[in-house]
């Protein structure tokens, strides 16, 4: 095995707002229209930590902010291209499909929350849009495009899941790991089987 020093890549707010996502879109999901409440405050959760991740994308580390990780569609194409043709370059931080996919959940995150609670105002008279009749009037839009983007999210989950275990292949390194400990390989040697 070569020996390898491995880098701090994902600092601890990554880390911690990844899976407290992770956690919270699923309980919000999960529970949908049977326990109202639960599925509010996870709703609300899931709409704060991304409030957070954009502000921390824009002052957060080196890593974590988007000038580091965000290209053109075009750029992303490219790598889903080499990724598909097991030729990808391997990159510390997010590589350019990575960047694209992070994204497009935060504004799919971002429109369904939004529409989370126009509907909460909408159907429930709560929440902090509550009392005003245009959400009363547009419940029934509120309601399809706030379904329509949760389960557009889930979509996206899994094609990101697939992307983690593809790149996690193809580069034999552990990406999940890596976002669960913060550190990385930091050379781009791979770890021989002799």
Do not use: C, Q
Not at 6 to 22: E, P, Y
Not at 58 to 70: E, K, L, Q
Not at 91 to 101: D, E, K, T, V
Not at 158 to 187: C, P, Q, Y
């Amino acid at each position: 095995m070569h020996d390898t020093e491995t880098i701090k890549v994902w600092d601890i707010f990554v880390r911690f707002f990844h899976w407290a996502l992770v956690a919270t879109f699923a309980v919000a999901y999960l529970t949908e229209d049977d326990f109202m409440t639960l599925h509010a405050w996870s709703g609300y959760a899931v709409g704060t930590l991304i409030l957070l991740r954009i502000l921390w994308g824009v002052v957060g580390t080196p890593y974590a902010r988007f000038s580091d990780f965000v290209t053109s569609p075009a750029v992303a194409l490219n790598y889903v291209k080499d990724t598909l043709m097991l030729r990808a370059k391997r990159y510390i931080g997010h590589n350019p499909a990575g960047g694209l996919m992070i994204v497009a959940l935060l504004i799919s995150l971002l429109l369904t929350t939004f529409t989370g609670v126009a509907v909460y105002a909408g159907e429930e008279n709560a929440g902090p849009l509550a009392g005003i009749a245009f959400f009363r009037r547009w419940d029934d839009a509120f309601e399809e495009t706030h379904e329509f983007f949760a389960n557009f999210t889930l979509f996206l989950v899994v094609i990101h899941v697939a992307g983690v275990v593809l790149e996690s292949l193809i580069h034999r390194e552990n990406l999940v790991s890596a976002m669960i400990t913060g550190f990385k390989r930091g050379s781009t040697k791979i770890a021989s089987t002799r």
